[in-house]
């Protein structure tokens, strides 16, 4: 098991002086709050994600739809040029 380059014997260490630090009684309490803190880091990235894919969307269809009108603009330039060499 290796979590940011950290190993079991170091996450060990790490625990035992964690426990020693803040006693028995208050490292569940911290745990918690640690949890839903990364929980919410969780959420606000998963939000900003969506919100980065929404976004591209819209650029993306917004470029379409300029390349659409471009063509059917360039048709148009062709049809009158053709019309006023036979007419």
């Keep these: 098991m290796n979590v940011f380059g950290i ?3 170091e ?14 009684k208050k490292l569940p309490e911290i745990g918690k ?13 998963k939000e900003f994600q969506d919100e980065f894919k929404k976004e591209a ?3 993306e269809e917004t470029v379409s739809m300029n390349a659409q009108l471009e063509s059917g ?4 330039v062709k049809t009158v ?4 060499k036979t007419g």
């Design 57 to 59: 969307q819209k650029i």
């Design 81 to 84: 040029t053709s019309e006023e």
């Design 7 to 9: 190993g079991l014997p």
């Design 73 to 76: 603009n360039e048709t148009e």
């Design 33 to 45: 709050t640690l949890g839903k803190t990364v929980k919410g880091f969780q959420e606000a990235s």
């Design 11 to 24: 996450l060990l260490v790490i625990f035992g002086v964690a426990l020693l630090i803040f006693g028995p």
